[in-house]
Every structure is written in C-alpha cells, then in structure tokens.
C-alpha cells in the first residue's frame, strides 16, 4: 500500500537567503519530500527586503515573516506573538506535521509551543551540541527541555549529537532518531584534471567565529608554513574573527601564501574546494559537518579536529583527525600531505555518492513522521504534567506559559474560527512523485 502523504511546515530562522549547513539541510530535505510526493512549506522570517510569500526551485513555498533578525539571525524571543501567524499559515496551508530546526532559533521553538496548543504533531531536528557548564548552555538547555517536554519524536544528525540532545533535555531516547546529514554530490564534482602536487593547496571554508576555531587557525597557518615551503591556503568565510587571520599574515608575511576570499556564496563553494588538495576543518564543537562531505565529494582529504559528531562522519582513509590544539593539527596536515599520492578524488566521489543521498535522509525522515502521526493525541491536561518534570520553578513557569498560550488559541478561535479562514489551493498536483519511487 502507498505510504501516508504528509503536509509539513518547515520552520527556523535560518533558510535561504542566509548561508549555513541548518539551511543546506531543509532546503535539500524539502525537495526530496516533494519529490516523494509530500506538501511541503517552509516559514522563516523576513531577510531584508525578502518578505511575504516566496516560491523556490520546484515550487517549494516559504513565508517570510515580517520578523526582523534580532541576535546572529534569531528573531526577539516573543513566546505569544506569533501564534496568529503560525496559526494562519498551518490553516490556510492544511499542515500536519510541523518540523522544527535548530535549538536556538526562537522561531522554531515558538512553532512547536504554537503546534501543540493546537493539537497538531511536532518533529525537532537539533543539529548542534552543547555543553552543560556555562551560563548560555544552561539557558539553552532549560529552553530545550521546555521544547521537547511535548513533542512527538526528535531527529538529530549523528550518534554524538542524539546523546547530547538526550542528556540536556531529558527526552526519552525511544523517540529520538538519528538521520544524519547528507551532500549533493551533482553540485559537487571533482575536478576533471587531477592537480599537480608541486605546490599543495590547502582550503578553509568556514565562518570565522570561535566555536569554528578561527583561533586555532592563526596558530596552525604559521607553522604549517614554516615547515611545507610548498603550501599554499586558501581561506573562505568571515566573521568576527577574520581579523585575527589578516593580523596573522601580516606579522608573518604570509600575504603571497595565504589568501583570504571572505564570504563564498554556496553556488561558488565547489570552485573553491576543486582548487585545493586538502580541506581543513578547525572546528572545537560540531555535531555534523556538512562542509566536510562537500569537500569530499569535490575529492579532498579533510583533516580535521576530532570533535563532536564528526569521527563518525568519513571513513579513516578520506579524514585525518587531529585533537583540537596546535601541534596536533600541524602533525595530522603532516600526515594528510605524505597520503595526499595515494588519494584518487575521482574514487572518493564515487564512494560519497554511495555513503551519503538526501533521498535517503528523506525516506528515512518519513518514517519519524509515520511515527509522530501515530502518537497518542493528548490534550492540555494530560501535557501539563510533562512540563512539571523541567523543574522545581521552571516547571510551574512552563506550565503558565502553556496555560495562557491555550487561552490566546481560544481567543483566537472565537475571533477568527477555523473555519473562516480560507485554505490555500495546492498549485497542480500535489507534487506527483518521480519515476523513481517503487511502485507497490
């Protein structure tokens, strides 16, 4: 029989235009889900003058919001504003699932609150890790356990990362899933002419803030320069830390071996990674690094810190792992340079196209919402409860905030009912499935 088609509202503060692996993850997720046949919708806030409704590649619909990003694209944390827009667009668009992404993007949180007064099904998707000592951790950790206090079932992109997510929130593990990134391997190709190894080109693709390691960069530049008069880096991104970089070269002088791009745009990223023999990755916390299967698909040997969910990332002969300090990280780029004559980048992207497929990250996401769907139909009574166990005060405070978030629906409901708004037609067929999906 034909697997349930599902309507899912996609939601997060970070979607395109905006740069980032949690962007690269929905917008490649919400294809494929069309592909196989779902509705999919996509609501984040405004970027810019990118506001109102919007329709990308395939017809996938985005509702920018009129929010404005408050803090590193997060929208001020508002807990009841948005629930007549979350409302509204769940109606009009007929939704059954909402999937939430990324545990701190207000939206995303406010989302799930909104969905579950109103009684439909809620998925999360963390996609970073977090400590548990200090002060900004607590706090999210605190808003995480609110979050997934009610929520249906949880996705999170790697083993590491589901044993953190489970740790900070108290979740239970059962409804935890772990689907784990994935590349398109179309969009990045190797290079059709395999490079020469007289001068070994080393590639940095990365924001350049702390938690990437842009600090651990200024002290690896140098001295992987004094020992490989033969190396050369390219470095792509900015951020914050950018400066220290450009303070690095010049106290240096390595203004001829190591040149700074800035901020690459996706769609540039492949001719960046083809130009390299080795991608380098600095980062001190990672729950899955997206940028790490882009380069390998392009054919690069990626040596990288051996940090979060990243080991279970690559096989040992496409990665070398360093711990994240200096002298590690020039020894394990020492080592990624002798293996560099063994490494056939053709071969390796033949072997990514097997590993990793976003048809598979969609089918198995399919099974999460099959699951959610089934899930037993509570209502505020019986959910109450489950905010008690966030705490002795945060419990109680969680519990007003759910209580008043129900009266406002309520209001709502009287003011505008369901039934007088009006529902979206869906544009042609409900996006028909391709030629590849089995039929049974």
């Keep these: 029989m034909d697997r349930q088609k599902h309507r899912i509202l996609m939601v997060s503060d970070f979607f395109f235009p905006n740069f980032g692996g949690v962007e690269s993850h929905i917008y490649y997720l919400s294809q494929c889900l069309l592909k196989l046949g779902h509705k999919v919708v996509v609501m984040t806030h405004a970027y810019g003058n990118r506001s109102g409704v919007r329709y990308v590649t395939n017809g996938l619909k985005v509702y920018y919001v009129p929010w404005r990003p408050f803090l590193m694209q997060n929208t001020l944390p508002t807990l009841f504003l948005t629930l007549p827009v979350v409302r509204t667009i769940i109606i009009r668009e007929r939704i059954s699932v909402v999937h939430g992404h990324q545990a701190f993007s207000t939206l995303c949180h406010e989302a799930l609150m909104h969905a579950r ?11 970073s890790l977090y400590g548990f000592a200090d002060a900004g951790s607590i706090h999210m950790n605190k808003v995480l356990q609110f979050t997934l206090a009610d929520i249906d079932q949880a996705i999170c992109v790697s083993h590491t990362s589901k044993e953190n997510t489970v740790l900070r929130s108290g979740i239970s593990p059962e409804k935890v899933f772990m689907v784990p990134n994935a590349v398109d391997t179309a969009m990045f190709t190797p290079s059709p002419e395999r490079l020469s190894c007289d001068e070994i080109v080393i590639v940095v693709i990365s924001r350049l803030v ?3 390691g ?4 200024v002290e690896v530049i140098p001295e992987v320069c004094r020992l490989f008069p033969k190396v050369r880096f390219i470095v792509g991104g900015d951020g914050p830390k950018r400066v220290r970089l450009e303070e690095m070269r010049e106290k240096f002088s390595l203004q001829d071996r190591v040149e700074m791009l800035g901020a690459v745009p996706h769609a540039q990223v ?4 083809i130009s390299g023999h080795i991608f380098l990755n600095s980062s001190l916390t990672e729950a899955f690094c997206i940028a790490i299967l882009e380069a390998a698909s392009c054919g ?3 040596v990288s810190t051996r940090v979060g969910g990243v080991p279970e990332v690559l096989p040992d002969d496409m990665i070398v792992l360093a ?5 590690d990280m020039v020894r394990a780029v020492k080592k990624a340079i002798d293996m560099l004559p063994g490494i056939n980048p053709q071969v390796m992207h033949l072997q990514m196209k097997k590993l990793y497929s976003w048809d598979d990250v969609a089918k198995r996401t399919e099974i999460v919402y099959d699951r959610a769907v089934q899930s037993l139909t509570t209502n505020l009574l019986d959910r109450l409860p489950r905010y008690l166990t966030c705490g002795a005060w945060a419990g109680k405070l969680f519990c007003l905030v759910m209580i008043v978030n129900y009266l406002l629906w309520c209001f709502l409901e009287f003011l505008q009912p369901f039934e007088g708004i009006e529902e979206v037609p869906d544009i042609g067929p409900l996006h028909a499935p391709s030629d590849s999906r089995d039929d049974l």
Excluded: C, I, N, W
Excluded at 214 to 217: C, G, N, R, V
């Design 300 to 302: 690069l040997l990626t």
């Design 117 to 127: 007064t109103m009684g439909y099904k809620v998925v999360f998707t963390d996609h």
């Design 210 to 212: 702390y938690r990437k």
């Design 270 to 273: 492949r001719s960046v990674l």
């Design 214 to 217: 842009a600090d651990l960069l």
């Design 323 to 327: 711990e994240p300090a200096p002298e």
